[in-house]
């Protein structure tokens, strides 16, 4: 090969630029029809859930209050596992936080019961900050445990605090300031607040950088790295949203439930749910677990009769869709229709 | 004397924890696998147990002879049968949703099956027995055994290791899967072979549980964190860490518990996050963190 020569004779040119013919006029597409379908249909579906104080019973908006918060704890452990692989089962450090954070700040110190559910919520991010430093020491499975070690320390540490309740636990007395109707339509809004604003957020922030980011470090840590994704930081980022997120959800939680006890709020089975939630739904993608969240509370209301042999049905079907259909429902759905409501990838069409 | 007392209850309490941490530590070492399980397969060895003592009397130290085989052949067949399956690909999640599913399915169907109700499993005269050493220190023979036997349980493991060809195909295939299987091993069989062995270790350990204490179908995941803090305590990797982690677990627990009833389980807990923070490769762990 001629130094400084014009023409690349086979094999890639060192120094130089090689001459690029006209490449096609490409574009990069996200959203697609499906996905404005969806978009203009959730949206409608949003509005008239908003409005349910106006026509539905208040049995069923008490029923809905569970699935928006649980919708938001699954879209969260979501958002940790199926994007960043931080595979958590101590996700209910967050929701039992969020619970004493309410009742510390609107009974305690008399916080409005709005304000304090915010502020438990930025309580659950900075304890997050702590545990993500000491729990990101550990990888997979002991990542899981480490976690889940984290959140019984908190547990017992409320536990001994008699000014909370100690193992018994408190009541919720601010609630009582609200009569009951306002009180379950106040509930009611912040439960689909929370629910709707779990799945925008993941959305939007899939779809900037940090999505780009998890993508990489998904495909390849090391590479990622060596690429100058910011591995630690990202996960990091991604660890405090899932907190916040829980937080809130755990507040909202307890606002309903207005009973704060230690071994409840700081229960495995929350974590337990959102694992269910998500698997079956479709881990790793945003629409997976609004159905897995349907289908949870659809089986729970026809099989909770059946008392345990319902969680060993829960657990043999987790187990089944994690090694036959690893994308869950929605997975098997997206598959045969090519469909995406929530478009985070990047396609390149011809113009 | 009395914190002479607390410490050597503590050594002793922690023989059962490192008997616990024993089978963790072997299929994390052989094939990367965290067994969420772990906990509640100890629980069901002991409800095994149980189920022998009420039907033919015998002490429950005899049922070992059986619910050991038994253990052994299910780890056997859990690892042929699914758990192989969930290690496929460099995916992390598999193992974790996996073992945790199971762990799920285990302490639902031990409720369906064997109810709520506390049990113990009565080993007699030898679960009161303890030789006098002072006014204020008495070792009780049964713990003692206990640590003797998670001693022995390790030292045999270590031996097996070292000494043996199942041991050398534990250590090929835990080095190199790849490779391990070009020199003629099958990954498959080696794994399952370390997980019935685990499983092994992890009757013994539900079996002395459950005659030192009671037991109920839900305890599974405490017994869990605890083998998982003392593997972590003492360093991945490290037979004789494991030990010490064990040892390191039960004596802060019993200082904790001295200190103030509720504060036991919680100083074993943070001494662990204090070597999590301050010395994560553990006590005796090699210079790879976990």
């Keep these: 090969m001629t130094e400084g020569s ?25 959203a697609t029809l499906p996905s404005r379908i969806g978009l203009a249909l959730g949206l409608a579906a949003v509005l008239l859930l908003a409005l349910g104080p106006l026509w539905a019973l208040d049995s069923v908006l008490r029923t ?61 991010t900075l304890v997050a900050v702590p545990t993500a430093l000491l729990a990101f020491r550990l990888r997979g499975g002991y990542f899981a445990i480490g976690t889940w070690v984290i959140a019984e320390v908190y547990r017992l540490v409320i536990t001994n605090v008699s000014q909370l309740g100690g193992g018994s636990g408190l009541t919720l007395r601010a609630a009582s300031s609200f009569d009951r109707t306002t009180r ?43 690429l100058g994704v910011p591995v630690f930081r990202t996960k990091f980022v991604v660890y405090l949203v899932a907190a916040f997120g829980c937080s809130l959800a755990g507040a909202v939680i307890y606002l309903n439930l207005l009973r704060v006890q230690p071994e409840a709020a700081f229960s495995i089975n929350w974590t337990a749910f959102m694992i269910f939630i998500v698997i079956i739904g479709g881990v790793g993608t945003i629409e997976g677990p609004i159905i897995g969240t349907i289908v949870f509370f659809v089986l729970q209301e026809t099989l909770s009769g059946y008392g345990a042999w319902y969680l060993v049905l829960l657990g043999a079907v987790a187990v089944v869709v994690t090694l036959l259909a690893r994308r869950g429902l929605w997975g098997l759905i997206a598959d045969r229709t090519g469909w995406s409501l929530f478009p985070v990838q990047r396609r390149l069409e011809e113009r | ?36 399980a772990h906990g509640d397969l100890s629980i069901v060895a002991a409800f095994v147990a149980l189920a022998i003592v009420d039907r033919f009397h015998v002490n429950p130290l005899w049922t070992l002879l059986v619910v050991v085989p038994l253990m052994l052949g299910l780890g056997y067949l859990l690892q042929r049968g699914l ?10 999640l598999p193992p974790v949703l996996v073992t945790f599913g199971l762990a799920i399915i285990l302490q639902n169907l031990l409720l369906e099956v064997f109810s709520a109700d506390s049990q113990g499993l009565d080993a007699g005269r030898l679960e009161n027995a303890s030789i006098r050493v002072s006014d204020r220190l008495a070792v009780g023979w049964f713990p003692l055994l206990t640590l003797v036997t998670a001693v022995g349980v390790l030292v045999g493991l270590q031996l097996m290791l070292s000494r043996t060809r199942l041991g050398r195909s534990f250590r090929a295939t835990s080095d190199d899967p790849e490779a391990a299987s070009l020199v ?69 627990q019993t200082l904790g518990a001295q200190l103030s009833p509720g504060w036991g389980v919680l100083a074993g807990h943070l001494v662990f996050l204090a070597v999590l923070a301050f010395r994560p490769t553990g006590l005796l762990g090699r210079e790879v963190p976990a």
């Design chain 1, 6 to 30: 014009g023409e690349p004779q086979g094999g890639a040119p060192v120094n130089q630029v090689p001459e690029v013919t006209a490449p096609p006029v490409l574009r990069v597409q996200r």
């Design chain 2, 1 to 36: 004397m009395t914190w002479v007392n607390v410490v050597v209850q503590g050594l002793l309490l922690g023989g059962l924890y490192a008997l616990f941490a024993t089978g963790l530590s072997l299929m994390f070492g052989v094939m990367r696998l965290v067994n969420l």
């Design chain 1, 64 to 124: 809905l209050i569970s699935v928006f918060t649980l919708l938001a704890l699954a879209q969260m452990w979501n958002l940790l596992a199926g994007y960043a692989g931080l595979v958590s089962i101590g996700q209910q450090a967050y929701v039992g936080l969020g619970a004493y954070g309410l009742l510390l700040f609107a009974d305690t110190l008399g916080l409005p019961v709005l304000v304090s559910v915010l502020v438990a919520g930025i309580v659950g």
């Design chain 2, 83 to 92: 758990l192989n399956f969930a290690l496929r690909g460099a995916d992390p």
């Design chain 2, 184 to 252: 003629g091993l099958d990954p498959r069989h080696v794994f399952a072979m370390a997980t019935a062995i685990a499983l092994a270790t992890v009757a013994v350990a539900g079996l002395f549980l459950g005659v030192r204490t009671t037991f109920t179908p839900s305890i599974g995941p405490t017994r869990l964190i605890f083998a998982f803090e003392a593997v972590i305590i003492g360093g991945l990797g490290s037979i004789w860490g494991t030990l010490a982690g064990g040892l390191v677990l039960g004596v802060a």
């Design chain 1, 184 to 226: 379950l339509y106040l509930t009611y809004e912040l439960a689909l607040a929370v629910g709707v604003g779990a799945v925008a957020v993941t959305y939007l922030l899939l779809r900037r950088r940090l999505g780009l980011a998890l993508t990489a470090i998904r495909d390849g840590e090391q590479s990622a790295r060596s």
